[in-house]
T-cell receptor
Framework: DAGITQSPRHKVTETGTPVTLRCHQT?????MYWYRQDPGHGLRLIHY???????DKGEVSDGYSVSRSKTEDFLLTLESATSSQTSVYFC???????????FGPGTRLLVL | GQNIDQPTEMTATEGAIVQINCTYQ??????LFWYQQHAGEAPTFLSY????GLEEKGRFSSFLSRSKGYSYLLLKELQMKDSASYLC?????????????FGKGTKLSVIP
């Protein structure tokens, strides 16, 4: 157990509304990641962080922003949600010599 | 981008052995990971290979050939609870902060 929680676990929202997903970790890991998972696409990296206030884009970053003001929290924001952002969102941390990634429980987001 | 290829679906019988293959582009290779993901749950880490050869962990083994860009996950003495998706992920050097590129996953069904 890498001590990762995500909130909310489920959310239904309407197109055009802002949405923020939270990832919280308790073990002071430096690296944190946000992925989305969709049928037929597998896991795709949205953004990642390599320290407080240090973030960078992943493969599918359009329409998403992130913030990391504290080591333990990594926030993913959809500024104006669209139906194409309906997905399951996973947060991950990496740890150990191999920097193996471990995943949080996920957030199911439905944008109507 | 770097394509990670694995079969979409496989079916095997309880008690049998199954091998799930993964091929990837070799340029910049810096480690390969296997994850298990049950339906509706988060991926969980199974194995890590960075050198050629076989890594064994109980009923699960993972093999890597760096020159061939090939890995497989071997599951022995299959149990019904092994029905899940198996994700192959590769880390490439030069990618920021230990990013992983995931295959689309292999859905394994174990039948009685």
């Amino acid at each position: 157990d890498a001590g990762i929680t995500q909130s909310p676990r489920h959310k239904v929202t309407e197109t055009g509304t802002p949405v923020t997903l939270r990832c919280h970790q308790t073990e002071n890991h430096r690296y944190m990641y946000w992925y989305r998972q969709d049928p037929g696409h597998g896991l795709r990296l949205i953004h990642y962080s390599y320290g407080v206030k240090d973030t960078d884009k992943g493969e599918v970053s359009d329409g998403y922003s992130v913030s990391r003001s504290k080591t333990e929290d990594f926030l993913l924001t959809l500024e104006s949600a669209t139906s194409s952002q309906t997905s399951v969102y996973f947060c991950a941390i990496s740890e150990g010599v191999s920097e193996t990634q471990y995943f949080g429980p996920g957030t199911r987001l439905l944008v109507l | 981008g770097q394509n990670i290829d694995q079969p979409t679906e496989m079916t095997a019988t309880e008690g049998a052995i199954v091998q799930i293959n993964c091929t990837y582009q070799t340029s910049g290779f810096n480690g390969l990971f296997w994850y298990q993901q049950h339906a509706g749950e988060a991926p969980t880490f199974l194995s890590y290979n960075v050198l050629d050869g076989l890594e064994e962990k109980g009923r699960f083994s993972s093999f890597l050939s760096r020159s061939k860009g090939y890995s497989y996950l071997l599951l022995k003495e299959l149990q019904m609870k092994d029905s899940a998706s198996y994700l192959c992920a590769v880390r490439y050097s030069g990618a920021g902060s230990y990013q992983l590129t995931f295959g689309k996953g292999t859905k394994l069904s174990v039948i009685p």
